[in-house]
């Protein structure tokens, strides 16, 4: 597998180390009211989509990037690749 | 038709003529009292013990592709009860109870073979973990011994002891363990299920859950719809994708995990070995193939197929352990889709819609669980009760915060 | 009280050096790092070496660096491993984040012809040669750890790794190189 | 001897090789399969099943009987295809899979009771009783299957592993394969070509025909010297790509030195691991066979592979042969062969009018038998006048071709029938960037091939944005195969349809018979096509018998899709990378030959190697020098390295906020100068990870991990950076490795340390319990100082950079001499700990919560942090195992890490289970075994008296409940 990184090209998804579903970058507030359902659901229910599939992938042996990568769980198609920073900061995993 | 050595010697006189299918291929009625969707082992089991064990009747199992070709038609054909977690391990001595008299029981040879697995330990912390987990089990009524350095030598000597980075300090041996034909297995249950009157219907896909009211009431399928009673879902690997249908959030992902064989050789291999420092775990098939695997790939996949950084990984890890298998060759490699839940272990239990129920999250052990699986998944859909060993497997164990999480690596999927 | 002796990360008081065939593997023992870090908004600053863009590895005067993330550099100080690099690059580039790394790492350079040198690096990273031409550096996979490869000039290539890893990364090099000499 | 004249083989230089013992003859150019076949050896092996005798089938690498152990000792290579071996001087082979002489085999017994043996007879028998499956049945069934046997020795090979990237990667050195190479080459595209033959050319080398009115291997010499000659092109001989995997990402392996007498020093194998921006797979087509009865005679073999022996290899199987051929192509054998002097008994075709092409007989009808238990003598040929037997040695059969189309399908992709050519094509939606050309692509005519592989080229690098042009290509016969299906001979008696495992057409009827149809159901339940050969020369065959026995189209019966790899791959070139004593990095630490000269006995810390105990002489156990080790601390002082703690240092205006989100306890309010304990949690609450914060600066924090956890906790940190709070400021960056960090630890820890540090101010005062500060020491060496402890006593962990970790230990042994300096390693660390009460990896593994340690305080109420809420959910609540002290009553019984613990008078069973032992030692300072456990309700349980029950052990210990401290419960001692 290759993984299009957004500052480096294509590159060995061996130097990555995988996570799961961009919706981690979504983390509850854990003040709010309601936060331990909203937890629950956050740290363990997933769509687990057959086709798209938002995810987190950590640039381990590389320049140390989080990556939301766009990929095809049924073909492993790599649609794109973005830092996961920029992602949150421009709201967040949709 | 009962299958005996004389009646193979019969029909062997008389030119095979007598062999009868080992199972039927019904067309599907337009409604059922029970639908088990999927024809893998689960599946399959589970409708052999509603029927044989709790005499229930109208059943029948959907199956999209054929029989058996769930991950009960891939995977490395170990069973085992070593688990140390008290919500895990007298299910799974369960299991392997159903094991030892499987064969007998549906009159079928699926080489349940217990030549033993041995876990094998490298440092103080990894043996002190293990004698915990060993006791466990003989707690459990399971067997357990902890074998030291010499120990394991006189049991495999053709490990590496002398040169290897992670020496070899001992290892668990649960003596009862072993191998079984992984598609006997299937066709095991399939025929005993058949013989009980179970529909099996092969190619035939659950395309739509029909709920009213908060109540399954059937099933959508490539073969038209069909009524139902109760639905129980063995589809492990394409769990999400099903329970969707109803509407439901899973925590569970779907990963890829490749298997291996190599050329049929002569014995060489004793029972099952697994590496404690490296990712890597063997048997040998009666057929003479070194059976091998390790890790998962790691990333979400349902695209049955992995990639060579993790046959490298593992095979480096074969060869890191016993040195001597290098000039055997790499047969085969094969990867499927597994369900891997949020703790690394399953769920047998209801849903909250009324008459579904799930059996899904088997990680990469879902063989060594068919038997106990199918008969607690048959329990459940029987009596509505989950059968006693399998009270820890529910759905809200994650929410409330009782998880069984074996290897204590957390909600992360991949690292189980 | 004598000053207390240093020893390079290969274990011997003198760094090793070792040809085989065409390849020259030497542990450079003297080289100084310190890594930079941009504070949000700060400016890039002046430190005496054009800090390059991803994937890139420039020299300056007595100065090299090399990106190692975004908004974040090695900085190389040839020669001057004994000398406080970062406490001289804090007072460079004020107002950045700035951590002293010369001890953090054990760095190889490796030099053999073009052809040679692209032969080894083929049994050691999995990075496309045409992307790694002279003045180009990135971190990589190697041997279940990472590395930063440099490609400081045609024929010349540094590996720079984990201190405390140094003795696997070179007998990896060596055995590398020693894979190569043997005629095929 | 039945060489021929002409070939590609070097009459001039003779090589020696054995088989069986026995002594040969062959020439360079030579396979082993091709030279004993000039030798005129028939009988090479056995089959899998029922030991019958079998010969050289085919040409390639799908060969199904010619298997033979190679070389032997350590080298021994067992089921190696003697058509893939190519001869070279010394050579040994050994037939396998058979007891007693290869002429004689005695487990060829099981061929008399095949009818016993039909196709899945062991699902139905061998079940009574229970207990002799695995003491007589499995074993005798082991014993008689496998193949060839292992040495049981290490390889004492080496192997190598290499990356290349290329623009287009081209499969197969055939016609289409060399046409594609040399486009793609002079369009400046990096090519690489890989074929699995030693020599370049494909069938081209198997044919007579010509090129340009030339024999073929003209221009493939021509092309190949033209591409060898180009910078962009690497030519891979020996190499059989055997996976295509993602985003192209092929597998291949070199057989580097295999061909050679002695690979001694040399690399054998080379595993590459290529990246190709597109690739051309022009890997031909593997004939099939027609099954009739014994159709398993050794002579009888592919009519194309007869072709290939006659004309690269000057080797004919017998002097006398017959073909049996549905297709043209038969006859071009019978024509080459015929032009070679062989004699022609007849050409069997059962196509209506089809007539002799050349000086040889045709007979329209069908082969319906075949003599010759260890060698072919004669067919039984079935024409419209009657049966008959024909006399001849060998018998070519040709039933049409199936083109190689594996690695299209290793994406799953399912290949497509062609009714018009009666075969299967490659999938449409196989790897991306993987075009199809030559036979692969129902392109099998020469011309067609060489035009295919050039337009395949110019497409695939059309989509890399290279304009490519089709070269001019040499004319070529482009002649048709006219084939007529036909896919067995019908009769009695067993005609094989995969041969190395003994799957008869009788096989598949039976399978049909029991409802075993679904092509899968059909392979598991008969073994079809899971031998060495894959079924290369089965798979289609068994179908179209299917299809015939269902009366449902090929199609419809089912395809079935290609894995990895191509053909078998050996396993020390797959694991030949970091095995033995490199299977891991090794990571020492500063001290370590220090600690090796001070007599330290290294332990494996996940990656890193640590001191576990420094033996002194006259100490003749482990735990002798243990007890020495703490007592020495408790006592004077001791040193330990501990740099293997994961460090991170934490930069930013933002910094402490940030570790305020990340430990469950509070961190903001960390004074600069000041060090707090601090508690990580998993997000699902569970305790995870502890440390140290130290605050260096306003803006400017030491975090410490422990070892196990230092890469994962750094990649945790960075995700909460750049995932969960990129607004905040602040930056990380790992120093594990740079600072050499050691602990001084005991009563005259600060005493010692007085006396190398720089001016510094170590009294209580000025430098309290849990102070940190940057420093000089030994004369200007930049240090770190922190006042933490571990092990309860008076302690400091010293940081100095890493070079000079070792003269520190060396200073401070030399310092400390008159203080009782003494180093400790691991064990001793784990006892001090134990006794303090300090968690570690044992008890926290991932399974326990901050409540379960006793450190529930310490999760923060007020603030938002990784794990806060979810460690407050009613299942971890209500856990009510905590952490204690247990004290055998007994004090000379043992304390076991692993044992389970019980009320007294209790069951020992799993329901009455209280909980486990997690670490245990023996305490010097107590005088007794000591452990740590999680004991239900344990807070409220002091003093009480449980049992610790080892089974797996036999031991069951009365231990005493008592506070999780055994020393110094009051921490006066740290304080101090």
């Known amino acids: 597998m290759l993984i299009p990184h957004p500052l480096l090209g294509l590159r060995d998804a061996q130097e990555f180390t995988y996570l799961g579903d961009a919706a981690l970058l979504n983390r509850p507030d854990g003040m709010a009211e309601g936060a331990e359902a909203a937890f629950a659901e956050y740290v363990y229910l997933r769509d687990n989509p057959a086709g798209l599939h938002r995810e987190l992938w950590f640039h381990e042996q590389g320049d140390r990037s989080w990556l939301v990568v766009t990929r095809d769980t049924t073909t492993h198609q790599i649609l794109g690749a973005e830092l996961a920073r920029d992602v949150k900061l421009k709201g967040g995993a949709a | ?160 002891f002398d040169n290897a980075r992670f020496p070899i300090k001992g290892g668990l041996l649960q003596r009862r363990a072993g191998t079984a034909r992984h598609d006997g297995v299937a066709w095991g249950y399939a025929r005993g299920a058949d013989m009980q009157g179970v529909d099996l219907i092969q190619n035939c896909e659950v395309t739509g859950l029909r709920i009213k009211a908060g109540r399954v009431c059937g099933v959508e399928t490539t073969r038209g719809p069909i009524a139902a009673g109760k639905v129980g879902v063995a589809v492990a690997g394409a769990s999400s994708r099903v329970m969707a249908m109803a509407g439901m959030r899973l925590p569970i992902e779907s990963h890829v995990l490749q298997a291996f064989v190599t050329e049929g050789l002569k014995p060489t291999i004793p029972g099952v070995i697994t590496f404690g420092a490296g990712h890597f775990y063997v048997s040998q098939s009666d057929k003479g193939g070194l059976v091998f695997g390790g890790d998962i790939d790691g990333y979400n996949s349902y695209a049955q197929r992995g990639n060579l950084p993790v046959i490298e990984d593992v095979t480096e890890g074969g060869m890191a352990l016993m040195p001597m298998i290098g000039r055997a060759r790499l047969l085969r490699v094969w990867g499927g889709a597994i369900d891997m839940s949020m703790d690394g272990s399953p769920i047998i239990d209801r849903t909250p819609v009324e008459g579904l129920y799930l059996n899904a999250g088997w990680c990469y052990g879902g063989f060594k669980a068919t038997p106990a699986s199918g008969y607690a998944f048959a329990h459940l859909l029987a009596t509505g009760r989950p059968h006693e060993t399998a009270a820890a497997y529910r759905l809200d164990r994650f929410a409330r915060g009782h998880v069984i999480d074996e290897k204590g690596v957390g909600a992360q999927p991949n690292l189980h | 009280m004598t000053d207390p002796r240093p020893i390079c990360a290969l274990g011997a008081a003198a760094p090793q050096t070792c040809r085989i065939g065409a390849v020259t593997l030497t542990e450079n023992a003297d080289l100084g790092l310190a890594s930079l870090a941009l504070r949000r ?144 | 001897m039945t060489r021929l004249a002409g070939g590609l083989i070097d009459r001039a ?115 009574w009783p229970r207990a002799f499956w695995e003491k007589l049945y499995e074993p005798a069934i082991r014993r008689a299957a496998g193949l060839g046997s292992l040495s049981m020795q290490p390889d004492p090979d080496t192997y190598d592993k290499r990356f290349l990237h290329c623009d287009l990667l081209v499969i197969g050195g055939g016609a289409a394969g060399l046409s594609a190479a040399l486009t793609a080459a002079r369009a400046g595209a990096r090519v690489i070509l890989a074929d699995e033959d030693f020599c370049l050319g494909g069938r081209l080398l198997a044919e007579s025909h010509l090129l340009d009115d030339a024999p073929a291997t003209e221009w493939v010499a021509r092309v190949q010297a033209e591409l060898a000659a180009l910078p962009n092109v690497r030519i891979l001989p020996r190499t059989t790509v055997f996976g295509a995997f993602d985003h192209g990402v092929y597998g291949a392996v070199e057989r580097v030195a295999d061909h050679l007498p002695q690979p001694g020093a040399q690399v054998r194998q080379t595993l590459w691991r290529i990246t190709a921006r597109g690739a051309v797979l022009a890997a031909g087509a593997i004939e099939r066979h027609i099954p009739f009865q014994n159709n398993d005679r050794p002579g009888i073999m592919l009519a194309g592979a007869m072709r290939a022996y006659a004309n690269r290899w000057a080797a004919s199987p017998a002097r006398r042969v017959a073909i049996f051929t549905n297709n043209d192509d038969g006859h071009r054998t019978a024509l080459d062969l015929a032009a070679k002097g062989v004699e022609i008994a007849a050409v069997i075709d059962p196509r209506e009018g089809v007539r002799t092409q050349g000086d ?101 690098l059309a989509d890399l944005g290279i304009t490519a042009h089709a070269p001019d290509l040499p004319r070529a016969e482009d002649a048709a195969q006219n084939l007529h299906p036909l896919w067995h001979v019908p009769g009695k008696g067993r005609a094989w349809v995969d041969f190395q495992n003994d799957v008869t057409v009788k096989d598949i009827t039976l399978a049909h018979q029991e409802n075993m149809r679904p092509v899968e159901h059909l392979k598991r339940w008969t073994t079809l096509g899971m031998a060495t050969d894959q079924g290369k020369t089965a798979n289609v065959t068994a179908l179209a018998v299917m299809s015939e026995l269902t009366g449902k189209p090929i199609p419809e019966t089912g395809t079935t899709i290609f894995r990895p790899p191509y053909s078998g791959v050996s396993l020390s070139v797959l694991g030949g990378g970091d095995t033995g004593p490199h299977f ?99 997000e699902d609450g569970t305790a995870w990870d502890d440390g140290t914060c130290a605050r260096l600066g306003d803006a400017h924090y030491v975090v410490t991990t422990t070892t196990a956890n230092a890469g994962p906790v750094y990649r945790h940190m960075e995700f909460c950076r750049q995932c969960l709070w990129p607004e905040l400021d602040v930056q990380l960056i790992s120093t594990t490795d740079a600072w050499a960090q050691i602990a001084v630890a005991g009563p005259n820890a600060r005493r010692l340390l007085e006396r190398i540090v720089d001016g510094f101010d170590l009294s209580n005062g000025a430098f309290p319990f849990m102070a940190c500060a940057e420093l000089t020491v030994c004369g200007g060496l930049r ?194």
């Open chain 3, 41 to 184: 908004g700060a400016a890039v600053p002046q430190i005496g070496v054009a800090l390059p863009g991803p994937g890139g590895w420039a020299e300056g005067s007595g100065i090299a660096a090399f990106w190692t993330g975004p908004e974040q550099w090695m900085v190389e100080f040839p020669g001057r491993a004994a000398a406080d690099v970062a406490g001289e690059l804090i007072a460079a580039a004020p107002g950045c984040s700035i951590t002293e790394q010369t001890d953090g790492f054990v760095a190889f350079e490796i030099t053999a012809s073009e052809p040679q040198l692209l032969a080894l690096l083929s049994r050691l990273v999995n990075i496309d040669p045409a992307r790694l031409g002279p003045g180009t550096a990135t971190r990589t996979g190697f041997h279940h750890m990472s590395v930063f490869v440099i490609r400081r000039a045609a024929d010349r290539l540094a590996l720079i790794g984990m201190r405390s890893a140094a003795g696997t990364i070179w007998h990896a090099l060596v055995e590398a190189a020693q894979r190569q000499e043997v005629p095929a």
């Open chain 4, 584 to 682: 891991r990095p090794r990571r020492l630490t500063p001290t370590h030959e220090w600690a090796r000269a001070q007599g330290a006995v290294f332990v494996e810390a996940g990656p890193w190697m640590r001191a576990q105990y420094f033996p002194r002489p006259g100490e003749t156990t482990w735990r002798e020098t243990v007890d020495r080790e703490v007592l020495a601390t408790r006592k004077g002082v001791g040193i330990c390295d501990v740099t293997t703690l994961g460090k991170v240092d934490v930069q930013g205006p933002d910094a402490g906020e940030f570790l305020d989100r990340i430990y469950a306890n509070a961190m903001k309010s960390l004074r600069v100068g000041m060090v707090r304990y601090g508690l990580m949690l998993r």
């Open chain 4, 360 to 460: 040889y007989p045709v007979i329209a009808g069908l082969v319906e038998n075949a003599k010759g238990r260890l060698g072919l003598t004669a067919i039984k040929v079935a024409a419209r006048g009657g049966s008959q037997w024909i006399d001849c040695d060998a018998l070519g059969v040709s039933g049409g071709w199936n083109p190689n189309v594996h690695l299209s399908s290793h994406h799953r992709g399912r290949p497509v029938w062609d009714a018009a050519l009666q075969a299967f094509l490659p999938a449409k939606d196989g790897p991306p960037g993987l075009v199809c050309a030559g036979a692969v692509a129902g392109q099998g005519g020469t011309a067609a091939a060489l035009r295919s592989g050039a337009d395949a080229a110019v497409v695939a």
């Open chain 4, 783 to 976: 240090a770190r100082l922190f006042r933490i402890s571990f092990s309860g006593e008076l302690a400091y962990e010293i940081a100095v950079p890493a070079r000079y970790g070792q003269a520190l230990a060396e200073r401070l042994m030399e310092q400390g001499a008159d203080l009782g300096a003494t180093p400790y390693g691991t064990e001793a660390l784990g006892v001090m700990r134990i006794e303090k009460g300090h968690a570690a990896g044992n008890e926290l593994n991932g399974q326990t919560t901050a409540q379960m340690l006793g450190l529930g305080r310490m999760v923060s109420t007020r603030k938002d942090a990784i794990g806060a809420v979810m460690s407050r959910r009613e299942g971890l609540a209500a856990e009510r195992r905590v952490l204690v002290g247990l004290q055998p009553v007994d004090a000379a019984d043992p304390v076991v890490a692993g044992a389970h613990l019980f009320a007294e008078g209790a069951p020992q069973d799993t329901s009455s289970d209280q909980g486990w032992i997690s670490s245990a030692c023996f305490s010097p300072h107590v005088g007794s075994a000591i452990g740590l456990g999680f004991l239900m309700d344990g807070a409220a349980r002091m003093g009480e008296v449980v049992v610790g029950a080892n089974p797996l052990q036999g031991q069951t210990v009365r231990l005493r409940v008592v506070p999780a401290h055994f020393i110094d419960p009051e921490g006066e001692r740290l304080r101090d």
């Open chain 4, 13 to 127: 230089r003779n090589l020696n090789f054995t088989f069986d013992g026995r002594t040969y003859a062959g020439h360079p150019g030579d396979t082993l399969a091709s030279a004993l076949m000039a030798n005129g050896v028939r009988l090479v092996g056995r089959s899998f099943k029922y030991h019958r005798p079998r010969g050289v089938f085919s040409a390639g690498s799908e060969e199904p009987n010619a298997l033979v152990e190679l070389r032997s000792g350590a080298r021994k290579e067992p089921n190696t295809r003697a058509t893939m071996a190519e001869l070279y001087d010394g050579l040994e082979a050994a037939s396998q899979n058979h007891v007693g002489p290869l002429g004689f085999d005695l487990l060829a017994v099981n061929d008399l009771f095949s009818p016993f043996f039909a196709a899945g007879f062991y699902y139905k028998t061998f079940m």
């Open chain 2, 1 to 160: 038709m009962h299958f005996s050595g004389l009646r193979v010697i019969r029909e062997a006189l008389t030119g095979h003529k007598g062999w009868k299918p080992l199972w039927r291929n019904p067309e599907p009625q337009p409604a059922y009292d029970y639908i088990i969707v999927g024809g893998g082992g689960h599946g399959l089991a589970t409708a052999y013990y509603l029927a044989k064990a709790f005499g229930r009747a109208r059943i029948a199992v959907l199956e999209k592709s054929w029989l058996g070709s769930g991950n009960v038609g891939r995977n490395t054909t170990i069973i085992r009860s070593n688990y140390l977690l008290p919500g895990n391990e007298p299910f799974y001595e369960f299991s392997m109870k159903l094991w030892e008299g499987l064969e007998q029981e549906f009159n079928f040879n699926a080489m349940v073979s217990q030549r033993g697995i041995l876990n094998l330990c490298h440092t103080d912390a990894q043996r002190d973990a293990y004698r915990r987990r060993g006791n466990a089990m003989l707690l459990a009524g399971a067997d357990a011994e902890l074998l030291d350095r010499e120990g394991v030598r006189a049991m495999a000597p053709f490990l590496n």
